[in-house]
């Protein structure tokens, strides 16, 4: 079927116009009909994640379940982050009042092809926006499935799911119709939309990559810890933004976390997808662990050692253990998109946080300690968007999301998220 992508700017232009005067009540109806849809059909749209990318339907389930607690954060809390603010002055009233820009592009990842699409659509709709989602090409079923959830909404069109190649993508953003651009992906994506946004002055977000450091202290328990580190890493096949992917550990620990992780590895059941006792499957595209097991034979060549795994077979890639490593391998210097742990010791919690550091990107970092205070006062060492203590890192609706750093800029989430593509427009009166 031909898709027309000039008249699909045109409907969401016009459509546009009707929803910015639909009042918050009725967007907010329209979130909790998507959410109940959501919730009563979870095993088709779970389905549909599972057959794009292997990810085991129990984790595509959970996947659908959280879009429906982002949907009750917003249903919740959408009036009072949107309601404006005053402001005392000279003058005898200054408002603040923050109104929807227009069309907004989403360009989303395969990794998360719901969880990513609903942290950007719902609060971009609930803010007066119409938005238009440009998918990965490998999340097809994912794609249709989203599209026929957010024709829900009745008398006018507010999604538009636009099955275009990324060199189309710069076209779209020059269109006078857009009006801003919301990407999560990759850090060469990331620099290139930014670019092209910059070019014709439009906001942009970037949520981009991550190789989050997992740090763990002398005083931690290992038997509580090692469980959250293997599920931090490991989750979604690695495949994740926020997995941890460096682990940072103590020296007087670093054998028996080692031997801890990998006992806990093998304990992963591996098998058909579609069976929900199955804990761990294929990565998404041959292409990608082809990719991971480059980057982990030129660290060993380098040096580092294979402690655990390290077989690939077609797209699936067995959990991964490497140690030894240095600041120069390319499991250090770079994103591990995969199930791949590289883990590393200290002795001085400055050097932790210097190797934390010393990645590109800034995403987040996980620390585990006993000395909660003495972790708080290190809060300010640390590059980072987001520092769990005592966690893995997560997204949640409640809590601002986004990195600093190659990582991107601007948060996702919260009231941050809900505030992103507005117009914070002053009103003074005399």
């Known amino acids: 079927m031909h898709f027309d992508l000039d008249n699909t700017l045109e409907v969401a232009a016009r459509d546009y116009e009707i929803w910015k005067n639909t009042d918050l009540d009725s967007r907010i109806a329209v979130v909790k009909l998507i959410r109940n849809q959501l919730i009563e059909q979870k095993f088709k749209y779970a389905t549909s994640i599972t057959k794009d990318m292997h990810k085991p339907i129990s984790q595509s389930l959970a996947e659908v379940e959280k879009c429906a607690k982002l949907c009750n954060y917003y249903i919740e809390e959408s009036k009072r982050i949107l309601k404006g603010r005053t402001i005392k002055t000279g003058w005898s009233e200054v408002y603040l009042t923050n109104e929807p820009l227009g069309v907004i592009l989403g360009v989303m990842p395969w990794n998360y092809p719901f969880w990513q699409v609903f942290r950007f659509a719902i609060p971009t709709l609930l803010a007066g926006n119409t938005v238009l989602v440009k998918h990965a090409s490998n999340v097809p079923n994912a794609a249709v499935a989203l599209e026929e959830l957010f024709r829900i909404v009745g008398n006018q069109q507010v999604y538009f799911n636009l099955p275009i190649g990324s060199e189309q993508v710069e076209n779209v953003i020059a269109n006078p119709v857009v009006k801003g651009v919301s990407l999560t992906g990759s850090e060469a994506a ?151 742990a590289v883990i590393m010791g200290f002795d001085d919690f400055d050097k932790a946080v210097a190797l934390s550091n010393g990645s590109n990107f800034g995403l987040g970092v996980s620390i585990f300690s006993k000395d909660v205070n003495f972790i708080k006062s290190k809060i300010a060492s640390f590059d980072e968007g987001a520092l769990f203590i005592n966690e893995m890192v997560v997204s949640d609706p409640s809590v601002p999301f986004g990195g600093i750093k190659n990582s991107g800029y601007g948060r996702e989430m919260s009231d941050e998220g809900l505030l992103a593509f507005v117009n914070k427009k002053t009103v003074v009166i005399k």
């Open 190 to 340: 990331g620099k290139s939309v930014a670019s092209i946004a910059g070019k014709w002055l439009k906001p942009v977000l970037l949520e981009l990559g991550g190789s989050n450091a997992f740090i763990v202290c002398e005083d931690a328990i290992l038997d509580e810890v090692v469980p959250v580190a293997v599920r931090a890493r490991m989750q979604n096949a690695g495949q994740s933004c926020i997995a941890a992917k460096r682990f940072i550990i103590h020296n007087k620990l670093k054998d028996q976390f080692i031997k801890k992780f990998v006992k806990e590895l093998k304990t992963f059941k591996f098998g058909d997808a579609m069976n929900e006792s199955t804990s761990f499957g294929s990565m998404a595209r041959e292409d990608l662990a082809e990719g991971l097991e480059k980057q982990m034979r030129d660290s060993i060549n380098m040096g580092a050692t294979l402690v655990h795994g390290g077989k690939r077979d077609g797209a699936f890639f067995e959990p991964t253990v490497l140690t030894n490593i240095n600041v120069d391998m390319p499991v250090f210097k770079e994103e591990t998109f995969g199930p791949l």
